[in-house]
């Protein structure tokens, strides 16, 4: 077992959420709950992924792929 340092070089976890629809995962987080999008990836004009923060908590959403190459979806 590894000895337990008083200096923790984590200082934040960030949850990573898949969403099925990320229009309305922002209306919920940011209109709703009050995040604030503070970084995003647009891809053919649409949010794709956004860090949100709110005080200290943030969390991240990714909206996946439906189609193509890239396509994802939860089982």
């Known amino acids: ?3 337990k340092s008083s200096d ?4 934040q976890a960030v ?3 898949a969403v099925s ?8 987080y940011v209109g709703c709950l009050g995040f604030e999008m503070t970084h ?3 891809d053919e004009g649409a949010v794709r992924w ?3 923060q709110r005080g200290g908590a943030a969390i991240m959403l990714q909206d996946f792929r439906r189609e193509g190459g890239t396509s994802w979806l939860p089982g």
């Open 40 to 42: 995003k990836w647009v």
């Open 21 to 28: 629809n990320m229009e309305n995962s922002l209306r919920f």
């Open 1 to 3: 077992m590894a000895e």
């Open 50 to 52: 956004c860090w949100l």
């Open 8 to 11: 923790s070089n984590v200082k």
């Open 15 to 17: 949850p990573f959420f």
